[in-house]
Nanobody
């Protein structure tokens, strides 16, 4: 069992930066593929980024590539999402997720555990 808690969301102007954190409880964090997803009002959940168990491999959606960086610290049971050059269209609730399977995936259904989410609002 893994429990996930996101933090770091807030209100920021376009062009600004935020760093989200995802703190995990339980002993399986280091053996879980992790991911970030977001959901804007009236829209479906959207894949943002994913990271391998060791942190060596990452994959991003085209909409955030070059602006966002996913990372993890297995010693601290924490994953991060550094978001730079934020745009109003990045406004959404951002959620972290953990998958027991070992491959990177963009499919929400492949993830086994989810956090409650943190709101990110980017003003123009």
């Amino acid at each position: 069992q893994v429990q996930l808690v996101e933090s770091g969301g807030g209100l920021v102007q376009a062009g600004g930066s935020l760093r989200l954190s995802c703190a995990a409880s339980g002993r399986t964090f280091s053996t879980s593929v992790m991911g970030w997803f977001r959901q804007a009002p009236g829209k479906e959940r959207e894949f943002v980024a994913t990271i391998s168990r060791s942190g060596t491999n990452t994959y991003y959606s085209d909409s955030v590539k070059g602006r966002f960086t996913i990372s993890r610290d297995n010693a601290k049971n924490t994953m991060y999402l550094q978001m730079n050059s934020l745009k109003p269209e990045d406004t959404a609730v951002y959620s972290c997720a953990a998958a027991k399977q070992g491959y990177l995936t963009v499919v929400p259904g492949s993830y086994d555990y989810w956090g409650q989410g943190t709101q990110v609002t980017v003003s123009s």
